[in-house]
T-cell receptor, first 116, second 117 residues
Framework: AQKVTQAQTEISVVEKEDVTLDCVYETRDTTYYLFWYKQPPSGELVFLIRRNSFDEQNEISGRYSWNFQKSTSSFNFTITASQVVDSAVYFCALSEAGTSYDKVIFGPGTSLSVIP | GAVVSQHPSWVICKSGTSVKIECRSLDFQATTMFWYRQFPKQSLMLMATSNEGSKATYEQGVEKDKFLINHASLTLSTLTVTSAHPEDSSFYIC?????????????FGPGTRLTVL
């Protein structure tokens, strides 16, 4: 069965600090997708990234970067120079070919608070 | 990107009544849609897969008679919470994949906040 673990329940950082959100996943499939979503207080999910299992290249998008390591089944997310607007709950998620790529299973989420 | 809407965005109802929530893909067709439920300070839990023209597939532990799903067209899926009780109060989110079945990018609706008094 697929599973996503986000060990950090809550994180608080001071503005401008860097912060890394951890994500560890379990799957029996060799083909799968990993995602990160942001959920601000409004509740609407904001898509951040989708990565397929064959692409282990790290990705950078502005202040966001992602480190995908299949060897440790991890897909960590780093925010550089955090800002108050980054305060939200962040979800790591997984979909696998065995059940259909469209079925997305979410991790428990990490609540990030950025303090001015 | 593609847009998925939900209606209503929030609803308050009395215990024992039924509530219908709509999920629409506005600029694309979706043969499959997904319904999630999110309790406060918890993650999104997949409730069911809505299939256009056929029965929905429910996740383990979800009462199919309580959460009725109808996917009558390629752009609309509805979730009806029947005989709602306070414990059904939650944030309900739908999603729809765009693109080839099984390979699509997921688009999420803005969610519907249900409060049962």
């Amino acid at each position: 069965a697929q599973k996503v673990t986000q060990a950090q329940t809550e994180i608080s950082v001071v503005e401008k600090e860097d912060v890394t959100l951890d994500c560890v996943y379990e799957t029996r499939d060799t083909t799968y997708y990993l995602f990160w979503y942001k959920q601000p207080p409004s509740g609407e999910l904001v898509f951040l990234i989708r990565r397929n299992s064959f692409d282990e290249q790290n990705e950078i998008s502005g202040r966001y970067s992602w480190n995908f390591q299949k060897s440790t089944s991890s897909f960590n997310f780093t925010i550089t120079a955090s800002q108050v607007v980054d305060s939200a709950v962040y979800f790591c998620a997984l979909s696998e070919a065995g059940t259909s790529y469209d079925k997305v299973i979410f991790g428990p989420g990490t609540s990030l608070s950025v303090i001015p | 990107g593609a847009v998925v809407s939900q209606h209503p965005s929030w609803v308050i109802c009395k215990s024992g009544t039924s509530v219908k929530i709509e999920c629409r893909s506005l600029d694309f067709q979706a043969t499959t849609m997904f319904w999630y439920r999110q309790f406060p300070k918890q993650s999104l839990m997949l409730m069911a897969t809505s299939n256009e023209g056929s029965k929905a597939t429910y996740e383990q532990g979800v009462e199919k008679d309580k959460f009725l799903i109808n996917h009558a067209s390629l752009t609309l899926s509805t979730l009806t919470v029947t005989s709602a009780h306070p414990e059904d109060s939650s944030f309900y989110i739908c999603s729809a994949p765009q693109g080839l079945a099984g390979w699509g990018e997921q688009f999420f609706g803005p969610g519907t906040r249900l409060t049962v008094l």
